[in-house]
């Protein structure tokens, strides 16, 4: 799902990964930290959507990448 992983941020009980080379952001659900599980993808296979995108933050409700 995740290619070239190159930010991360928690929020609650879910990470926000940002695929550099995959040009998506996973969210994984971390509540159980032996057993983290992809909760969402978006990947909008669009270049001109998200391409290389190198960061990721979390504020309220939103991912900004």
Known sequence: VINGPVSVTVAGNY????????DNLAIVDISSSTNPVLAGNWD?????????????TVAGNYAYV
């Not at 909008?44 to 990721?56: H, Q």
């Open 15 to 22: 990470a926000y990964v940002a695929g550099q080379l995959s």
């Open 44 to 56: 909008p296979n669009d270049e001109y959507v998200i391409n290389g995108p190198v960061s990721v």
